[in-house]
């Protein structure tokens, strides 16, 4: 009697285990040992279906065979992970301590995570029919366009939609020869072409010495992880494309990621310049079907560029070799929610597997990241100098204390601002805090217009009037009057980006003012438009949040205004000044990136603070220089390893009770001692957030591998516990953010 065989799947659940499965009923059973690993399979699961990744076929399992159900359907015999990428979400699920299941389903495009097959979708081709073929030359000379369209049709098989546009004829122009019946159209796959003879559509820029050294250090193959640590405008990304050109000239591929999904167009649009090859986006501002293509055509070596988000680190390639992460300190990289991930740090994971370079790019790197450069972990390259023959900019330190403000500007950043728009310049103004005011306040009794599911304020929207929580989302309407005391005399209190620019708008009217913040690019393009309208180089102001200090590249703008340097002084959370100083060099790096001389003004209200009086007399590096030490006498990272176990109820005492056991039975498995020690149950920064309240647990470790294998064995004892089902809890390993 031949031995049954089972599948072992990876269900998207929050289980710590595999699931065991027979096979669909209808499956061959002669071609169940032909499955591979990674194929993807739809089955029941309680009252559901869902969609597992195949880990193996084997023939014992823990459950008697008749108490298994079977599988529906294997939904595509082609693996949706490759062996290599297989393998570093079931690293990424062991580290994180995060379900394999959640970890695979994270790493799929959402059309496979619902169970769609892995096939590409087609692309239109225009080509002539019968008809067409035999029209008499000459029988379309009153419609030009239409026998532009016909002569080149005669010279082609077929034409694509990026030809049309080449060739300047509108879509339109073919669908008339459609509906003539000249014309007819076909659905072509997209497929790998050759490697062009010419890789680039426009030559390389000459190299500074300084960049030209950083290159040829850069070993095109092999695993090494490069620091390049250059200044705002230093020409990082040209070093980028060079490595980038050299490994295309292998017949490999390249991985680029970027913090924002602003960033992503204007990105591609300079690759676009350069190479002549295809090049695909991978970020959330595309639909699903998108998304996908871009996938398939990287899984397919059709895309020789993959320029993407966060995500797209687990893109499959048919032969990736060289990972590039620009802005690398940025804190999206860290997925804040499920599957608690660094994209930074496990793209240095999957470039050792694949023994290919690694490039972490900045102009402010993080602590841990300098750390390793230090330590000799990653090889230090450093761009002192601005590409070309801009130069830094000049940086004024404002004092506002007793100053009168107005809407929250000095009046020498008002006399800058004028003054730099005369000349026919452009001027950044950095506030990172959108909406009209951050709240609303009761000039008669004191109140304040509290979130009511959130420790927090209410921010005060003006376009359209609301009151909106920005941590949980909760909206309502203004008040008319006060619901303490029945005041009508409500005030918006501080400074947000709306306000700003209604401020900007009264003191210079014929000026063009540009909002960039959530708010206004919250559209599909819309950061797009907006920045095209920047880059036609017309006096403008430009207001907005950190959204315009990631990368951007503002030839014509000469002066930076911030107007709260003071934000992350005195931030509960220890990467707070580090994250202050990243935040306001990069702003500050906005300034005179072209030929025009920049300038910087820091409105403050502690000048005299070491944090600040070191960030603009001696730059990041020596504000990183005073932190380090300071990290290493407290026992934080890069120093010692740091992991949060997080719990949040309705209900508090729920939340404490289960922390309670946490630390019990963590102490069980390894007790405090020199090198590992505990901290909690103790508050979230803040306490209530989006109606549920927040406690967390501290894990402080010397060492990575004890604590590894602490939390290990903790998730499955949590998992199992009767406390663990009244609660929402986590475990975050490398946490970036303390709240």
């Known amino acids: 009697m031949p031995e049954s065989r089972l599948l072992e799947l990876a269900l998207p659940v929050p289980l710590r285990r595999n699931f065991d499965y027979l096979p669909p009923v209808d499956f061959p059973a002669e071609q169940l040992d032909s499955l591979q690993a990674g194929i993807l399979i739809r089955v029941p699961f309680g009252h559901q279906e869902l969609i597992g990744v195949l880990m193996a076929v084997k023939s014992v399992s823990f459950y008697q065979p008749e108490k298994l159900r079977p599988a529906i359907t294997v939904v595509d015999q082609q693996p949706a992970f490759c062996t290599e990428l297989l393998e570093l979400c079931s690293w990424a699920a062991d580290y994180y301590q995060s379900p394999l299941g959640e970890v695979l389903q994270a790493a799929l495009p959402v059309l496979l995570r619902q169970g769609e097959p892995a096939r590409m979708r087609g692309e239109p081709a225009f080509m002539l029919t019968t008809e067409g073929k035999g029209l008499p030359e000459g029988a379309l000379k009153r419609s030009p366009k239409q026998a ?56 390389p820029l000459t190299l500074s010495d300084e960049q030209a050294f950083a290159l040829v250090q850069i070993a095109p193959e092999g695993f090494k992880t490069y620091l390049l640590d250059g200044a705002t405008g230093s020409g990082k990304t040209e070093i980028y494309l060079q490595a980038i050109e050299h490994c295309l000239q292998k017949g490999k591929q390249a991985l680029v990621l970027v913090p924002e999904i602003g960033l992503t167009p204007q990105t591609i649009q300079r690759f676009q310049r350069r190479f002549a090859v295809p090049i695909a986006a991978l970020h959330s501002g595309l ?13 397919a070596g059709i895309a020789r560029i993959v320029i993407g988000t966060r995500s797209a680190l687990f893109t499959p390639f048919e032969s990736l070799g060289i990972i590039i992460i ?32 690694l490039i972490l790019g900045s102009a402010t790197p993080s602590l841990e990241t300098l750390h390793n450069a230090v330590q ?118 501080g400074q947000g980006t709306e306000r700003s620019e209604l401020a900007l708008q009264e003191l210079f009217p014929e000026q063009k003012i540009i909002r960039v913040d959530r708010d206004s690019t919250r559209n599909k393009n819309a950061m797009q438009k907006l920045l095209e309208d920047v880059h036609k180089g017309e006096p403008c102001i430009l207001i907005g949040t950190q959204m315009l200090a990631k990368g951007h590249h503002f030839a014509d703008v000469t002066l930076v205004v911030i107007l709260d340097a003071d934000a992350g002084l005195f931030s509960t959370d220890f990467r707070g000044p580090e994250r202050m100083g990243q935040l306001l060099m990069q702003v500050a790096g906005r300034a005179g990136r072209a030929e025009k001389p920049g300038r910087v003004v820091l409105q403050s209200h502690h000048t005299d603070h070491p944090l600040v009086q070191t960030l603009v007399t001696r730059g990041y590096h020596a504000l990183a220089e005073l932190i380090l030490p300071e990290r290493q006498v407290t026992g934080l990272p890069p120093y010692r390893q740091l992991v949060l176990i997080r719990a949040e109820s309705k209900f508090p ?87």
């Open 148 to 203: 532009a369209l016909i002569a080149e049709l005669q010279k082609f098989p077929y034409l694509l939609r990026q030809d049309l546009e080449q060739l300047e004829i509108p879509r339109s122009i073919a669908i008339t020869l459609i509906d003539k019946g000249l014309v007819k159209t076909e659905e072509i796959q997209p497929t790998r072409t050759e490697q062009p003879q010419a890789l680039l559509n426009e030559q």
């Open 287 to 299: 639909n699903d079907r998108e998304r996908l293509d871009a996938w398939l055509q990287a899984r």
């Open 326 to 357: 620009d802005e690398e300190h940025d804190g999206s990289f860290k997925q804040q929610d499920g599957f608690r991930y660094s994209a930074r740090d496990l793209a240095a994971v999957r470039a050792q597997r694949l023994n290919i370079p």
């Open 376 to 493: 000799g972990r990653y090889l230090h390259l450093q761009l002192k100098a601005r590409a070309g023959s801009a130069k830094p900019p000049e940086v004024q330190l404002l004092d506002i204390r007793g100053e009168i403000l107005h809407d929250g500007f000095a009046q020498a950043s008002i006399d800058a601002i004028g003054e730099t728009l005369e000349r026919g310049n452009q001027v950044l103004v950095f506030l990172n805090r959108r909406g009209y005011a951050p709240t609303l306040e009761c000039h008669d009794c004191g109140w304040l217009a509290n979130c009511n599911f959130c420790d927090a304020r209410m921010t005060v929207h003006q376009t359209p009037r609301h009151l909106h929580c920005h941590h949980c989302d909760h909206q309502r309407a203004l008040p008319r009057r006060c619901p303490q005391c029945n005041s009508s005399h409500l005030q918006p209190i």
């Open 653 to 739: 005492q729920k939340a404490t009770d289960f922390l309670a056991f946490a630390r019990q039975q963590a102490e069980l498995l390894l007790p405090a001692n020199p090198g590992l020690s505990y901290l909690g149950p103790l508050p979230a920064f803040m306490e209530k957030r989006g109606d549920r309240f927040r406690y967390q647990l501290q894990i402080n470790s010397a060492q990575r591998k004890p604590l590894q294998q602490l939390l290990a064995e903790l998730a499955m004892k949590l998992e199992g516990s009767p406390l663990a089902k009244a609660v929402r809890w986590s475990i975050d390993v490398d946490p970036q953010e303390m709240g």
